[in-house]
């Protein structure tokens, strides 16, 4: 994945997104979508889409060939070009959080025994952690 950097062009002064993936993309930092997408069709401007990479917590882009891969409900960043207009000036906004935080992915259950083990080993001092492990016999699981 490229890291996706906000910078100034060079030849036109404006704000533009560049990924670097072996050489430098430079994107138009407007947010493509439904009405604006016929407009950089007709225009033919070529386009990446935009998907959000839920691990990572960040964006990615797939360069779209021609229409080939367009899709009405995608999000996508026009190329930069200098000598031309951007279609549009909309902002990115992140999808909402999968799950609200400080909330569990998954539904533990854990026995007051398993919970007291935790806390005890948390308590403990680090030299006596490592001494309690080197002292287990290894075991398979």
Not at 103 to 130: G, I, N
Request: with cysteine; charged share 30%.
């Amino acid at each position: 994945m490229g890291k996706l950097d906000v910078c100034m062009c060079e030849g036109c002064g404006r704000y533009v997104i560049r990924q670097q993936l072996g050489v430098w993309d430079y994107y138009d930092p407007g947010i493509i979508q439904d009405d604006d997408l016929i407009v950089a069709i007709i225009l033919r401007r070529a386009l990446a889409r935009i998907r959000w990479d839920n691990t990572f917590r960040q964006p990615v882009l797939y360069t779209v060939s021609g229409t080939a891969g367009l899709k009405a409900d995608g999000q996508y960043l026009a190329e930069h070009d200098c000598r031309l207009a951007r279609i549009t000036d909309r902002a990115f906004k992140p999808p909402r959080r999968e799950r609200t935080p400080g909330k569990p992915m998954f539904d533990a259950k854990l026995s007051k025994a398993d919970v007291a083990e935790f806390a005890r080993l948390w308590h403990m001092p680090l030299a006596a952690l490592r001494a309690e492990v080197r002292a287990r016999p290894p075991t398979l699981l």
